[in-house]
């Protein structure tokens, strides 16, 4: 076991290696929150009346969550695609490495791609728009566990997802659709306030909608609570779906993960 | 000497297509055994069942005493497996590579030595991405051999050589077999198979329809030679007698003369083209 997680973290290791020496997937990965969020900031730059806070505070918040999850679904499950079709897997697949050391290295890796994103967008947020970083510690104590089981949750649907596409050249498109589609109806882009209730009630059995609750109940603080449509961060239904999700993930890649590719049989 | 491998009454299919139909082998620990045939013969199916990526239909199956459809770390350990293709880590080093794998097994050889056998060693430290197409190959023999395999499996390792890349990659393959590695190797270069391989079974549609050394294959050494000269040919089990009455008939020099065996080439395309079914 600890033979196991021994090597689990060499292959997170060797994973962030490869992510920052392709430079150009590096730059995009975490330049694309960052430009929407100047992009929202400059053309919503009105106030919640009566609660001191702005629309690109709101913003920050739903990015924060969005690039995690972009980091930790999106890119990890298009990442698992390719390596399913370029060889990755299947060399593996042919070595003693426990198969589990695969995913805490995938996972960790995540771990410390997302951490820098979220630092990035949190100056970002603090430099132009007057973000506020919590000044208790229970708020700090939420922060870590809103995006622990967020982005745990978020990477396990990553592993999952990355079964679906036919292909490595398909994968971006498969994967990219659904995460895009649930941006807009969690809140992150849209707040929840313009949406229909049905397509609130889509995005409430996912897990970006409870994560971007549970960072604007963080950054946003009391004052925002009024913002939220039961007027509440409901910060444990919060971890309960989040929870949920990690959980389910873990059975649904338990259950569906392929180590080869189609072309493979 | 202790079988390495053992198979009997394998099978497989894939909907309609029986790729594997039935395939006896037995290879002994030591030996550099080739399996040839065209392609979608089952050679690949059949590697692919021994290496434990696939399951089979029916058959018996004893990789090093193990049954593959039950694969353990273990097992693992005494295996090294060379893919038919692969294009992963290529913004990883050569000796990152190599320096990783060694980390999956318990009795893995020294990396930097491994690179220098491959003959890589000045190529340690540039990424995988930038290496030519038989550079590529030494890497993946190098992650086979890492782990100080018992057995490895080399799955067409020479696709897309060119010649002398091809004569190089045979010099790695030999001195590996005089280590005492067993080796099981899979091609479509008949030349391939006679340089490396102390046996060779030929695989056509799903069957072996020939096996044995390769000098004798097919009946090779056995079979009748060609004469020809210049206005003539005859086949005929005894060359050297018919050469002394040509000398005779022409007196002395014999105008285009030319002695011939059949090619392992010639006997293999005999094997697969004569229906078996």
Redesign the interface.
Same mark, same amino acid.
């Given at each position: 076991m600890s033979d196991t997680l021994a090597?689990g973290v060499?292959?997170a290791g060797?994973e962030t $290696?490869?992510f920052f020496?392709?430079k150009d997937g590096v730059i995009f990965t975490f330049s694309f929150p960052i430009i929407l969020l100047v992009l929202f900031g400059s053309i919503f730059s009105d106030q919640f009346e009566g609660t001191g806070i702005t629309v690109s505070q709101v913003y920050t918040a739903g990015l924060i969550g969005a690039g995690v999850m972009g980091a930790a679904f999106q890119n990890m499950g298009i990442g698992i695609a390719i +390596?399913r079709e370029? &060889? !990755?897997l $299947?060399?593996l697949? &042919? !070595?003693?490495?426990?198969r589990s050391a695969y995913f805490i290295g995938r996972m960790l890796s995540v771990l410390v791609i997302s951490l820098l994103e979220v630092a990035i967008l949190l100056a970002v947020g603090v430099i132009l728009y007057g973000l506020e970083l919590p000044s208790d510690f229970s708020r700090w104590v939420t922060l870590v566990w809103v995006l622990l089981l967020g982005l745990a949750g978020a990477a396990l649907l990553g592993i999952a997802a990355s079964s679906v596409p036919r292909s490595a050249k398909s994968a971006a498109a498969v994967i990219t659709m659904p995460f895009v589609v649930l941006q807009f109806i969690s809140g992150v882009y849209i707040p929840f306030t313009q949406l229909p209730p049905w397509l609130i009630n889509i995005s409430s059995v996912f897990p970006l909608k409870w994560m971007c609750q549970g960072l604007r109940s963080v950054f946003l603080g009391p004052e925002g609570a009024q913002l939220e449509l039961t007027g509440s961060y409901e910060l444990g239904r919060v971890a309960l779906v989040l929870g949920a999700w990690v959980i389910g993930g873990l059975l649904l890649c338990l259950t569906t993960f392929r180590w080869?590719s189609r072309r +493979?049989? | 000497m202790t079988t390495a491998i053992h198979v009997q009454g394998l099978t497989k299919r =894939?909907g309609d297509v029986q790729a594997v139909a039935g395939i006896d082998l037995e290879i002994k620990q030591g030996e550099v055994f080739a399996i040839l045939g065209p392609n979608g013969a089952g050679k690949s199916t059949t590697v692919e069942i021994l290496?434990? =990526?696939?399951t089979r239909d029916a058959g018996e199956v004893l990789v090093l005493g193990t049954d593959p459809q039950k694969p353990t770390?273990?097992w693992? !350990?005494k /295996?090294g497996?060379v /893919?038919q !293709?692969?294009?992963?880590?290529a913004?990883?080093t050569v000796r990152?590579m190599v320096r990783?794998?060694a980390? =999956? =097994?318990?009795r893995s050889r020294d990396p930097d030595e491994v690179i220098a056998k491959v003959g890589l060693t000045e190529k340690a430290d540039v990424?995988v991405r930038k290496l030519s197409g038989g550079q590529r190959r030494r890497v993946d023999v190098a992650?086979g051999v890492i782990?100080n395999p018992q057995l490895l499996f080399l799955d067409e390792p020479t696709t897309g050589f060119d010649p002398e890349a091809r004569r190089q990659f045979w010099d790695l393959i030999k001195g590996l077999a005089a280590e005492g590695t067993t080796i099981l190797l899979t091609t479509h270069y008949l030349d391939e198979a006679e340089a490396l391989a102390g046996r060779v079974a030929v695989i056509a549609k799903g069957r072996i329809v020939a096996e044995g050394d390769p000098a004798t294959l097919g009946g090779r050494s056995s079979a009748k030679a060609r004469v020809s000269w210049l206005g003539g040919s005859e086949e005929t089990d005894t060359p050297t007698r018919l050469v002394q009455e040509l000398a005779d008939r022409f007196d002395g020099e014999i105008p285009g003369l030319a002695v011939s065996r059949p090619t392992l080439e010639d006997i293999y395309l005999t094997l697969i083209e004569a229906p078996h079914v």
């Open positions: 090597l060499s292959r060797l $290696k490869m020496r392709e +390596d370029d &060889g !990755t $299947k060399r697949a &042919g !070595t003693p490495m426990p080869k +493979d049989g | =894939y290496e434990g =990526y696939r770390r273990e693992r !350990t /295996l497996i /893919l !293709t692969a294009n992963d880590a913004e990883l990152e990783h794998f980390g =999956y =097994y318990p990424r992650l782990g």
